[in-house]
Protein backbone atom coordinates (compact mmCIF):
# COMPACT_ATOMS: atom_id res chain seq x y z
CA UNK A 1 0.00 0.00 0.00
CA UNK A 2 2.65 2.53 1.46
CA UNK A 3 5.24 0.93 -1.71
CA UNK A 4 2.22 2.09 -4.27
CA UNK A 5 1.58 5.36 -2.91
CA UNK A 6 5.57 5.94 -3.29
CA UNK A 7 5.41 4.85 -7.10
CA UNK A 8 2.02 7.08 -7.75
CA UNK A 9 4.09 9.82 -5.90
CA UNK A 10 7.00 9.24 -8.43
CA UNK A 11 4.53 9.02 -11.39
CA UNK A 12 3.27 12.33 -10.82
CA UNK A 13 6.28 14.35 -10.18
CA UNK A 14 8.03 12.62 -13.36
CA UNK A 15 4.78 13.68 -15.28
CA UNK A 16 5.60 17.22 -14.10
CA UNK A 17 8.86 17.09 -14.97
CA UNK A 18 7.82 15.67 -18.92
CA UNK A 19 5.56 18.63 -19.13
CA UNK A 20 7.89 21.64 -17.91
CA UNK A 21 10.69 20.20 -20.23
CA UNK A 22 8.41 20.22 -23.15
CA UNK A 23 6.97 23.56 -22.56
CA UNK A 24 10.79 24.68 -22.70
CA UNK A 25 11.03 23.74 -25.96
CA UNK A 26 7.80 25.14 -27.23
CA UNK A 27 7.38 28.77 -26.27
CA UNK A 28 3.40 28.45 -28.41
CA UNK A 29 1.97 25.16 -26.75
CA UNK A 30 -1.16 24.66 -26.07
CA UNK A 31 -2.83 22.09 -24.62
CA UNK A 32 -3.38 20.14 -27.25
CA UNK A 33 0.23 20.08 -28.46
CA UNK A 34 1.31 19.15 -25.57
CA UNK A 35 -0.72 15.63 -25.49
CA UNK A 36 0.99 15.23 -28.17
CA UNK A 37 4.64 16.45 -27.37
CA UNK A 38 4.13 14.26 -24.06
CA UNK A 39 1.96 11.20 -24.85
CA UNK A 40 0.06 12.03 -21.61
CA UNK A 41 -3.41 12.04 -21.93
CA UNK A 42 -5.93 15.20 -22.22
CA UNK A 43 -7.53 15.14 -18.17
CA UNK A 44 -3.74 14.17 -17.04
CA UNK A 45 -2.35 17.68 -19.43
CA UNK A 46 -5.09 19.48 -17.81
CA UNK A 47 -4.56 18.31 -14.03
CA UNK A 48 -0.64 19.37 -14.46
CA UNK A 49 -1.41 22.55 -16.36
CA UNK A 50 -3.76 23.56 -13.69
CA UNK A 51 -1.35 22.51 -10.79
CA UNK A 52 1.78 24.92 -12.48
CA UNK A 53 -0.97 27.93 -13.12
CA UNK A 54 -1.22 27.90 -9.28
CA UNK A 55 2.09 27.78 -8.72
CA UNK A 56 2.86 30.44 -10.84
CA UNK A 57 4.94 28.64 -13.16
CA UNK A 58 2.70 28.53 -16.03
CA UNK A 59 0.72 31.44 -17.35
CA UNK A 60 -2.36 31.23 -19.99
CA UNK A 61 -2.62 33.55 -23.15
CA UNK A 62 -4.63 34.46 -25.17
CA UNK A 63 -5.42 32.11 -27.57
CA UNK A 64 -3.69 30.45 -30.93
CA UNK A 65 -6.37 30.85 -33.40
CA UNK A 66 -6.48 28.24 -36.49
CA UNK A 67 -9.17 29.94 -38.12
CA UNK A 68 -12.09 27.39 -36.63
CA UNK A 69 -13.61 27.56 -33.97
CA UNK A 70 -12.77 28.34 -30.56
CA UNK A 71 -9.00 29.34 -30.02
CA UNK A 72 -6.95 27.11 -27.71
CA UNK A 73 -5.27 28.85 -25.24
CA UNK A 74 -1.23 29.57 -25.31
CA UNK A 75 0.61 28.45 -22.56
CA UNK A 76 3.56 30.42 -21.39
CA UNK A 77 6.05 29.22 -19.38
CA UNK A 78 7.24 31.60 -16.62
CA UNK A 79 11.11 31.63 -16.87
CA UNK A 80 11.94 34.82 -15.16
CA UNK A 81 9.71 33.50 -12.26
CA UNK A 82 13.14 31.61 -10.99
CA UNK A 83 16.86 31.21 -12.03
CA UNK A 84 19.29 29.10 -11.31
CA UNK A 85 23.24 30.36 -10.79
CA UNK A 86 26.00 28.37 -12.62
CA UNK A 87 29.81 28.13 -11.79
CA UNK A 88 32.55 26.90 -14.12
CA UNK A 89 35.68 26.14 -12.35
CA UNK A 90 38.63 26.08 -14.81
CA UNK A 91 42.19 25.80 -14.29
CA UNK A 92 43.02 29.30 -15.04
CA UNK A 93 39.76 30.92 -14.74
CA UNK A 94 36.02 30.78 -13.26
CA UNK A 95 33.28 31.83 -14.66
CA UNK A 96 29.98 32.49 -12.47
CA UNK A 97 26.43 33.47 -13.55
CA UNK A 98 22.83 33.57 -13.58
CA UNK A 99 20.24 31.75 -15.79
CA UNK A 100 16.60 32.03 -16.32
CA UNK A 101 14.37 29.04 -16.31
CA UNK A 102 14.75 28.82 -20.41
CA UNK A 103 18.26 29.01 -20.65
CA UNK A 104 18.70 32.44 -21.20
CA UNK A 105 21.87 34.42 -19.62
CA UNK A 106 20.43 37.23 -17.26
CA UNK A 107 24.52 38.12 -15.33
CA UNK A 108 27.44 37.11 -15.36
CA UNK A 109 31.12 37.55 -13.73
CA UNK A 110 34.66 35.74 -14.60
CA UNK A 111 37.90 35.84 -13.22
CA UNK A 112 41.27 35.09 -13.91
CA UNK A 113 42.37 32.22 -11.00
CA UNK A 114 46.41 30.65 -10.62
CA UNK A 115 47.59 27.43 -8.71
CA UNK A 116 49.92 29.88 -6.72
CA UNK A 117 46.88 31.13 -5.26
CA UNK A 118 45.73 27.88 -3.93
CA UNK A 119 42.16 26.12 -3.75
CA UNK A 120 40.79 27.30 -1.13
CA UNK A 121 41.17 31.31 -1.15
CA UNK A 122 40.01 30.61 -4.72
CA UNK A 123 37.07 28.74 -3.67
CA UNK A 124 37.03 31.67 -1.25
CA UNK A 125 36.94 34.29 -3.84
CA UNK A 126 34.11 31.89 -5.91
CA UNK A 127 31.19 31.94 -2.83
CA UNK A 128 32.23 36.15 -3.03
CA UNK A 129 31.36 36.29 -6.83
CA UNK A 130 28.10 34.12 -6.45
CA UNK A 131 27.20 36.34 -3.56
CA UNK A 132 26.92 39.14 -5.38
CA UNK A 133 25.65 37.68 -8.40
CA UNK A 134 22.32 36.00 -6.37
CA UNK A 135 22.17 39.51 -4.55
CA UNK A 136 21.20 41.29 -7.82
CA UNK A 137 19.26 38.55 -9.07
CA UNK A 138 15.58 40.21 -8.46
CA UNK A 139 14.08 36.78 -8.60
CA UNK A 140 14.44 33.39 -6.01
CA UNK A 141 17.42 31.41 -7.27
CA UNK A 142 16.76 28.13 -6.85
CA UNK A 143 20.32 26.15 -7.16
CA UNK A 144 23.78 26.48 -7.99
CA UNK A 145 24.83 23.90 -10.94
CA UNK A 146 28.80 23.83 -11.12
CA UNK A 147 31.03 22.67 -13.73
CA UNK A 148 34.69 21.22 -13.08
CA UNK A 149 37.23 20.14 -14.95
CA UNK A 150 37.54 16.32 -14.50
CA UNK A 151 38.23 13.26 -13.13
CA UNK A 152 35.48 14.47 -11.20
CA UNK A 153 34.19 11.94 -8.46
CA UNK A 154 29.89 12.36 -8.96
CA UNK A 155 29.08 10.13 -5.98
CA UNK A 156 32.19 11.77 -3.24
CA UNK A 157 31.44 14.78 -4.79
CA UNK A 158 35.47 15.89 -4.77
CA UNK A 159 37.43 16.42 -7.92
CA UNK A 160 39.92 13.92 -7.86
CA UNK A 161 42.78 15.60 -9.73
CA UNK A 162 43.26 18.74 -11.46
CA UNK A 163 45.60 18.65 -12.79
CA UNK A 164 48.38 21.78 -12.42
CA UNK A 165 45.99 23.04 -10.00
CA UNK A 166 46.57 20.88 -6.72
CA UNK A 167 44.56 21.62 -3.57
CA UNK A 168 40.93 20.96 -4.89
CA UNK A 169 40.43 17.67 -4.48
CA UNK A 170 40.65 18.01 -0.10
CA UNK A 171 37.61 20.89 -0.98
CA UNK A 172 34.18 19.60 -0.81
CA UNK A 173 32.71 21.92 -3.27
CA UNK A 174 28.97 20.60 -3.09
CA UNK A 175 29.03 20.92 0.74
CA UNK A 176 31.06 24.37 0.73
CA UNK A 177 28.34 25.67 -1.24
CA UNK A 178 25.29 24.30 0.20
CA UNK A 179 26.56 25.68 3.52
CA UNK A 180 27.43 29.32 2.19
CA UNK A 181 24.09 29.75 0.13
CA UNK A 182 21.83 27.52 1.57
CA UNK A 183 20.82 26.33 -1.73
CA UNK A 184 20.80 22.78 -3.05
CA UNK A 185 24.50 22.58 -5.52
CA UNK A 186 24.60 19.91 -8.17
CA UNK A 187 28.45 19.53 -9.52
CA UNK A 188 29.32 17.50 -12.72
CA UNK A 189 32.43 17.00 -15.01
CA UNK A 190 32.35 19.98 -17.35
CA UNK A 191 32.21 17.83 -20.42
CA UNK A 192 28.81 16.26 -19.03
CA UNK A 193 27.59 20.16 -18.80
CA UNK A 194 28.26 21.34 -22.03
CA UNK A 195 26.76 17.83 -23.36
CA UNK A 196 23.65 18.68 -21.34
CA UNK A 197 24.19 22.15 -22.84
CA UNK A 198 24.54 20.92 -26.02
CA UNK A 199 21.48 18.66 -26.25
CA UNK A 200 19.00 21.87 -24.89
CA UNK A 201 19.82 24.07 -26.85
CA UNK A 202 20.69 22.41 -30.29
CA UNK A 203 17.73 19.57 -29.81
CA UNK A 204 17.44 16.35 -28.88
CA UNK A 205 17.64 15.00 -32.55
CA UNK A 206 20.75 13.57 -33.45
CA UNK A 207 22.93 13.91 -30.50
CA UNK A 208 20.74 11.00 -28.98
CA UNK A 209 23.83 9.30 -28.92
CA UNK A 210 27.25 12.16 -28.69
CA UNK A 211 30.13 12.32 -27.78
CA UNK A 212 30.71 15.88 -26.39
CA UNK A 213 34.70 16.57 -26.36
CA UNK A 214 36.00 19.67 -24.13
CA UNK A 215 39.79 19.80 -24.70
CA UNK A 216 41.53 22.66 -23.13
CA UNK A 217 44.28 22.27 -20.86
CA UNK A 218 42.92 19.11 -19.58
CA UNK A 219 40.89 16.58 -22.17
CA UNK A 220 37.05 15.18 -20.91
CA UNK A 221 34.21 13.73 -23.09
CA UNK A 222 30.28 13.65 -22.20
CA UNK A 223 29.31 10.74 -23.47
CA UNK A 224 25.64 11.32 -24.33
CA UNK A 225 24.10 6.95 -24.73
CA UNK A 226 20.43 6.78 -25.40
CA UNK A 227 19.98 10.69 -24.56
CA UNK A 228 21.46 10.33 -21.17
CA UNK A 229 24.75 11.20 -19.59
CA UNK A 230 26.23 8.31 -18.54
CA UNK A 231 28.42 9.02 -16.16
CA UNK A 232 29.84 4.87 -14.96
CA UNK A 233 29.54 4.11 -11.57
CA UNK A 234 31.42 6.57 -9.61
CA UNK A 235 31.11 9.37 -12.04
CA UNK A 236 34.40 8.94 -14.39
CA UNK A 237 33.06 7.95 -17.47
CA UNK A 238 34.65 10.08 -20.19
CA UNK A 239 38.10 10.73 -18.46
CA UNK A 240 39.95 9.48 -21.66
CA UNK A 241 42.19 12.11 -21.29
CA UNK A 242 44.01 9.57 -18.96
CA UNK A 243 43.90 7.00 -21.48
CA UNK A 244 47.38 6.48 -22.86
CA UNK A 245 48.26 6.77 -26.19
CA UNK A 246 52.16 5.87 -25.61
CA UNK A 247 53.22 3.53 -23.14
CA UNK A 248 56.69 4.67 -23.16
CA UNK A 249 55.47 8.29 -22.70
CA UNK A 250 56.78 10.63 -19.87
CA UNK A 251 54.83 10.58 -16.54
CA UNK A 252 51.33 12.26 -16.25
CA UNK A 253 50.54 13.67 -13.06
CA UNK A 254 47.69 11.39 -12.63
CA UNK A 255 50.52 8.65 -12.64
CA UNK A 256 49.74 6.96 -15.81
CA UNK A 257 52.57 7.03 -18.68
CA UNK A 258 52.00 8.79 -22.34
CA UNK A 259 48.63 10.17 -21.12
CA UNK A 260 46.30 11.52 -23.95
CA UNK A 261 46.45 15.45 -22.27
CA UNK A 262 50.04 15.18 -22.62
CA UNK A 263 49.59 15.20 -26.24
CA UNK A 264 46.49 16.90 -27.48
CA UNK A 265 45.88 19.70 -24.81
CA UNK A 266 46.69 23.22 -25.35
CA UNK A 267 49.26 22.61 -22.51
CA UNK A 268 50.92 19.92 -25.44
CA UNK A 269 50.32 23.09 -28.22
CA UNK A 270 52.32 25.55 -26.07
CA UNK A 271 55.30 23.01 -25.87
CA UNK A 272 55.01 21.45 -29.43
CA UNK A 273 54.98 25.26 -30.44
CA UNK A 274 58.21 25.92 -28.76
CA UNK A 275 59.92 23.25 -31.09
CA UNK A 276 58.27 24.37 -34.32
CA UNK A 277 59.21 28.00 -33.66
CA UNK A 278 62.56 27.06 -32.61
CA UNK A 279 65.39 27.27 -35.49
CA UNK A 280 68.76 25.26 -34.26
CA UNK A 281 70.24 27.95 -36.76
CA UNK A 282 69.48 30.88 -34.91
CA UNK A 283 69.40 30.00 -31.21
CA UNK A 284 67.83 33.05 -29.85
CA UNK A 285 65.10 32.11 -31.58
CA UNK A 286 63.66 29.54 -28.74
CA UNK A 287 60.42 31.70 -28.09
CA UNK A 288 59.68 32.59 -24.74
CA UNK A 289 56.43 30.44 -22.92
CA UNK A 290 54.11 31.28 -25.18
CA UNK A 291 50.07 31.09 -23.87
CA UNK A 292 47.51 28.95 -26.00
CA UNK A 293 45.69 31.55 -26.84
CA UNK A 294 48.22 33.61 -28.43
CA UNK A 295 48.91 30.33 -30.71
CA UNK A 296 45.42 30.39 -31.46
CA UNK A 297 45.62 33.73 -33.03
CA UNK A 298 48.99 32.57 -34.54
CA UNK A 299 47.33 29.87 -36.19
CA UNK A 300 44.15 31.67 -37.53
CA UNK A 301 46.67 34.39 -39.02
CA UNK A 302 48.63 31.57 -41.00
CA UNK A 303 51.55 31.36 -38.95
CA UNK A 304 53.79 28.25 -40.38
CA UNK A 305 55.06 27.20 -36.94
CA UNK A 306 52.07 27.55 -35.29
CA UNK A 307 49.75 25.85 -37.86
CA UNK A 308 51.95 22.83 -37.58
CA UNK A 309 52.11 22.31 -33.59
CA UNK A 310 47.94 22.61 -33.92
CA UNK A 311 47.78 20.42 -36.93
CA UNK A 312 49.76 17.98 -35.06
CA UNK A 313 48.02 18.67 -31.23
CA UNK A 314 44.44 18.15 -33.26
CA UNK A 315 45.55 15.31 -34.81
CA UNK A 316 46.96 13.55 -31.27
CA UNK A 317 43.20 14.25 -30.09
CA UNK A 318 41.49 12.89 -32.83
CA UNK A 319 43.64 9.68 -32.32
CA UNK A 320 42.63 9.16 -28.70
CA UNK A 321 38.68 10.71 -29.77
CA UNK A 322 38.81 7.37 -32.51
CA UNK A 323 39.20 4.55 -29.68
CA UNK A 324 35.90 6.40 -27.37
CA UNK A 325 34.19 6.20 -31.41
CA UNK A 326 34.74 2.45 -31.60
CA UNK A 327 33.89 2.22 -28.07
CA UNK A 328 30.76 3.67 -28.11
CA UNK A 329 29.34 4.51 -31.95
CA UNK A 330 28.10 7.84 -31.65
CA UNK A 331 26.16 9.53 -34.10
CA UNK A 332 27.89 13.01 -33.63
CA UNK A 333 31.25 13.98 -32.26
CA UNK A 334 31.19 17.64 -30.93
CA UNK A 335 34.22 19.54 -30.07
CA UNK A 336 34.60 22.24 -27.71
CA UNK A 337 37.01 24.52 -25.67
CA UNK A 338 39.82 26.73 -25.97
CA UNK A 339 41.42 23.88 -28.34
CA UNK A 340 39.16 24.25 -31.33
CA UNK A 341 39.95 28.33 -31.28
CA UNK A 342 41.84 27.35 -34.44
CA UNK A 343 39.54 28.07 -37.09
CA UNK A 344 38.65 26.18 -40.08
CA UNK A 345 41.80 23.53 -39.42
CA UNK A 346 40.41 21.85 -36.49
CA UNK A 347 37.52 20.58 -38.66
CA UNK A 348 39.96 19.81 -41.67
CA UNK A 349 42.74 17.86 -39.44
CA UNK A 350 40.04 16.11 -38.01
CA UNK A 351 38.27 14.93 -40.92
CA UNK A 352 41.72 14.15 -41.78
CA UNK A 353 42.57 12.01 -38.75
CA UNK A 354 39.01 10.21 -38.54
CA UNK A 355 39.57 9.06 -41.94
CA UNK A 356 42.92 7.87 -41.71
CA UNK A 357 42.05 5.61 -38.64
CA UNK A 358 38.25 5.00 -38.31
CA UNK A 359 36.79 2.09 -40.33
CA UNK A 360 35.25 3.35 -43.50
CA UNK A 361 31.72 1.87 -42.32
CA UNK A 362 31.97 4.26 -39.31
CA UNK A 363 33.56 7.24 -40.60
CA UNK A 364 31.29 7.61 -43.51
CA UNK A 365 28.26 7.83 -41.51
CA UNK A 366 30.05 10.24 -38.60
CA UNK A 367 28.87 13.72 -37.60
CA UNK A 368 31.45 15.94 -36.33
CA UNK A 369 31.29 19.18 -35.50
CA UNK A 370 32.52 22.45 -33.55
CA UNK A 371 30.82 23.01 -30.86
CA UNK A 372 28.99 27.06 -32.09
CA UNK A 373 26.94 27.36 -28.61
CA UNK A 374 27.50 31.23 -27.72
CA UNK A 375 29.39 32.06 -24.50
CA UNK A 376 30.52 29.46 -22.62
CA UNK A 377 28.53 25.95 -22.97
CA UNK A 378 30.15 24.06 -19.87
CA UNK A 379 28.99 27.27 -17.64
CA UNK A 380 25.44 27.26 -19.69
CA UNK A 381 25.41 23.22 -19.24
CA UNK A 382 25.76 23.96 -15.57
CA UNK A 383 22.66 25.45 -15.71
CA UNK A 384 21.19 23.20 -17.44
CA UNK A 385 22.41 20.34 -14.64
CA UNK A 386 20.83 22.59 -11.85
CA UNK A 387 17.40 22.91 -13.87
CA UNK A 388 17.42 19.04 -14.79
CA UNK A 389 18.28 18.31 -11.16
CA UNK A 390 14.73 20.54 -10.07
CA UNK A 391 13.13 18.38 -12.52
CA UNK A 392 13.76 15.47 -10.93
CA UNK A 393 11.36 17.18 -8.13
CA UNK A 394 9.73 19.66 -9.25
CA UNK A 395 6.32 20.19 -7.08
CA UNK A 396 9.42 20.88 -3.93
CA UNK A 397 11.43 23.53 -6.14
CA UNK A 398 8.58 25.00 -7.93
CA UNK A 399 5.57 25.15 -5.74
CA UNK A 400 6.23 28.75 -5.09
CA UNK A 401 4.69 30.06 -1.88
CA UNK A 402 1.30 28.66 -2.18
CA UNK A 403 2.49 25.45 -1.10
ZN1 LIG B 1 47.28 11.06 -16.85
Request: negative net charge; glycine residues 10%; hydrophobic residues 40%.
Amino acid sequence: MKQGSINQNVQKENNISVVLRALRADAECTRIRLTGATGLTQPAITKIIGQLIEWGTVSELEGVGNGIGRKAARLHLNAQRYRVAAVRINRTYINAAVYDMAGRLYDMDSREISSEEGAEPTMERLIGMLSRLIARAEVPVLSIGVAVPGPYNYFAGRISLMSGFPGWSDIDIRAELEAAFGLPVFVDQDANCGALAEMWHSGYEGNSDMLFICADRGIGAGLILESSVYRGRDGFAGEFGHASINIFGPRCECGNRGCLELYGSTVALENLYRQEAFNPMEPDSLPENTAAGEILALVREGDVAARRAYSKTVSYLCFGVVGMINTFNPATVVFADKITEGGNLFLQVADRTFREYLMPEIYDRLQVRVCTLEGDPMLMGASVLAYDQMLQAPSVYFRGEEG
